[in-house]
């Protein structure tokens, strides 16, 4: 929608080459199919993200209730061996350091997954604002097709219309 570049003199409008007035909207606003496809882009990645999201929750609990065991376990083993032997300390302890370290591994493509899902959030709500400051609206049908391998298809139609 709005192209524009950044150069030594700072961000420059590409339609009127000064520096954009962000206050004001752009008289030479014309809304044109590379926004489409940015809108398509963001949609399908939010769909896409809404699937991943209960399979990812079930991996991450299972993950996480492992690495609680094997950081439990070791610590019945560290009594074991403090009364018998040593190795069973040592054995315990280091253990109980990879279930620390299993427990992030665990945690880690959650945590990614919600700092995505905010990233998608946030762009949604820019392009919402810009929709609204020109005084539009649109609505976004995304349909998708699973094949026998599970690979996603997905046909959308944007309808972008202004605001009454």
């Avoid at 030479?28 to 809404?50: A, C, H, R, V, W």
């Avoid at 019945?76 to 403090?82: C, E, N, P, S, T």
Wanted: positive net charge; charged residues 25%.
């Amino acid at each position: 929608m709005c192209q524009n570049k950044y150069n030594s003199g700072g961000i420059k409008c590409e339609l009127t080459q000064e520096k954009p007035a962000f206050r004001d909207v752009c008289e030479n606003f014309s809304y044109t199919q590379g926004f489409n496809s940015i809108i398509d882009d963001l949609f399908i990645e939010m769909k896409k993200m809404s699937f991943k999201k209960r399979r990812l929750h079930i991996k991450s609990f299972f993950n996480f209730v492992c690495a609680i065991f094997v950081i439990v376990i070791p610590l019945y083993l560290f009594k074991i061996g403090l009364d018998h032997d040593e190795w069973f300390v040592e054995l315990s302890v280091t253990a109980i350091a990879g279930g620390f370290t299993f427990l992030g591994f665990s945690l880690k493509p959650l945590l990614k997954f919600y700092s995505d899902t905010k990233i998608l959030k946030k762009k949604k709500n820019e392009i919402d604002s810009l929709m609204k400051m020109y005084g539009l609206v649109y609505d976004v049908e995304i349909d998708y097709k699973e094949d026998i391998h599970g690979n996603l298809t997905f046909d959308n139609s944007i309808k972008v219309f202004p605001s009454v």
